[in-house]
């Protein structure tokens, strides 16, 4: 529906998205997300681990949401305030880098200081937070 009133009407939209910048005001009723959850193939209906949460936002907070990331990633990388190491919820920032960058560390670090790697294994950590589940 949006993108057909984008197309009718592109001021009209682009004037509600920069009136809530300039405001600094997002839309509680754009907020709000309708939760449900699917079951995962093959497991236990009973189990709370058997289920995956899908949440549902309204498309105009989605795109609302969007353009606020982007112009906060923009701040944090002009400003250089994310550490160059942060590799987590970094768009264009991959596993596979943060793997590379770890192994080059190791090589070069080996040979002349010691080294300690610590791991976190943070599986299914969702499932055990006691708010969430009071929450839904």
Request: aromatic letters at 12%.
């Amino acid at each position: 529906m949006w993108r057909a009133v984008f197309i009718h009407d592109k001021e009209f939209i682009l004037d509600l998205i920069n009136i809530c910048f300039k405001f600094n005001y997002f839309p509680e009723h754009l907020r709000n997300a309708r939760v449900f959850f699917l079951l995962k193939d093959g497991k236990d209906p009973g189990l709370c681990t058997s289920s995956r949460p899908v949440c549902l936002l309204p498309t105009l907070g989605k795109i609302i949401d969007r353009l606020f990331l982007l112009q906060l990633n923009k701040c944090l990388d002009r400003n250089n305030i994310i550490h160059h190491n942060q590799y987590g919820f970094r768009e264009g920032i991959s596993c596979e880098l943060a793997i590379h960058d770890l192994i080059e560390t190791i090589k070069i670090r080996m040979p002349s200081e010691h080294l300690a790697i610590f791991h976190l294994d943070t599986k299914s950590a969702f499932d055990t937070w006691p708010v969430l589940f009071k929450t839904l």
